[in-house]
């Protein structure tokens, strides 16, 4: 199986940037979209951002202007730059890639805890 490894997380003030990386290894298969997933305390699990294997982007509308993600097909490493935090950002943000395999190619990374806060 993959492993994810993430990285970049951390305590920032409102209007501060962050950024997050996760490289993936571990697999000699190919890999389709990657990207951020996050879950604020007490909400559900949700799209930050995810990026196809040609690069396509897609934002959640929350995050649209303010976050950019990209990838390194050589390094299998997907980056989330974040920039004017919000407090509403907070959450513990997941690392998500799809790999071109059978059976499980879905793959999640622990999470890296953000915190934007004064």
């Known amino acids: 199986q993959v492993q994810l490894v993430e990285s970049g997380g951390g305590l920032v003030q409102p209007g501060g940037s962050l950024r997050l990386s996760c490289a993936a290894s571990?697999?000699?298969?190919?890999?389709?979209?990657m990207g951020w997933y996050r879950q604020a305390p007490g909400k559900q699990r949700e799209l930050a951002a995810t990026?196809?294997?040609?690069?396509?982007?897609n934002y959640a509308d929350s995050v649209k202007g303010r976050f950019t993600i990209s990838r390194d097909n050589a390094k299998n490493t997907v980056y989330l730059q974040m920039n004017s935090l919000k407090p509403e950002d907070t959450a513990v943000y997941y690392c998500?890639?799809?790999?071109?395999?059978?059976?499980?190619?879905?793959?999640w990374g622990r999470g890296t805890q953000v915190t934007v806060s004064s």
């Open positions: 998500y890639v799809n790999l071109i395999q059978l059976g499980v190619s879905d793959y």
């Open positions: 571990g697999s000699s298969f190919g890999i389709n979209a």
């Open positions: 990026i196809s294997s040609g690069g396509s982007p």
